[in-house]
């Protein structure tokens, strides 16, 4: 459950899913839109890990 991912200068800190309902669009094979209800949403917490002069 608690794991660090690693993505170039990314460190991501937090996982979790939203729990709300939401309209999103979805595309088919046609590439016609349709609308669909969501029941949640996922988020994710990252730091932008940023090297430099600390002097200034």
Known sequence: ???VDTKG???EILRFK???DY???EEDDQ???R???KKYFN???VVD????DTRK
């Not at 890990?49 to 430099?52: K, R």
């Open 35 to 37: 609308k669909v209800l």
């Open 43 to 45: 988020v994710s917490v």
């Open 1 to 3: 459950m608690h794991c």
């Open 49 to 52: 890990l940023v090297s430099g």
């Open 18 to 20: 939203l729990f709300h």
């Open 23 to 25: 309209f999103a669009f």
């Open 31 to 33: 590439n016609s839109k």
């Open 9 to 11: 200068n990314y460190v």
